[in-house]
């Protein structure tokens, strides 16, 4: 049985939602450019797509489930839930602000000055790779690690909205759940890296995501707005 708020379309639509932010597209983008510059082999660079997608979901995946257990074992999942019913509505309203004023006032995005940590962090999977291929992919699981937790606060509110919903359930109920829901947001990720395998180049998904960025955060606004009020009214008839 499901907890009280949630269902699997809303964890799917959480997930795609969350997947579809500007910030997970415009730094898989860059790694895929760079990977296929220093490449210049499709397979390797799919290869590389692959593992850092599948340590982006495993990073993911463990996040989520250290504060579903914190939340369950410890009983803040009253709190937890508030706190996350108010995440989603402020991050919604930010997110379509930024619809109609991009990038302007307070916006959610990726921790400052982490976009330069992970342009010198590709510059050194390069020298790696020619020292040894070996050692390029085991920075590789460093980077999607790194990745991961400086994308949390332009990422994290839908993630966060449904860990608030999860945690009024049992932590076993809640763990399936999770899996899905990483699953779904790794999605558009793979056919990112398909899409560049076939031979669209990334110039052409970049020019894409800065045309269509401003719609990717109104989607993401409404949404988040709609499961925070879901959730308030939820606890309001006492649902929770």
Known sequence: MLPEGITIPIIIGAALVDSINPCVFGVLIFLITFMTTMFKNKNKMLLFGILYTLVVYLTYFLIGLGILKFTVSFGFSYIAYWIAALIALIA?????????????????????????????????????????PLLLYLATIGLGIFVVLVELPCTGAPYLAVLGILS?????????????????????LLVIIAITYFSVSSRKLENWRIKHRGIMRLVMGLFLIALGMLMVYTINRGGF
């Open 92 to 132: 919604g309203l930010l997110e379509i602000k930024d619809f109609f004023w991009y990038g302007r006032g307070i916006s959610l995005q990726i921790i400052p000055g982490a976009a330069k940590r992970i342009k010198i962090y590709t510059h050194t999977l390069a020298r790696l790779n020619k020292k040894h």
């Open 168 to 188: 009024a359930g049992n932590y076993l109920e809640g763990v399936p759940l999770l899996t899905l829901y990483n699953f779904v947001f790794i999605l558009p």
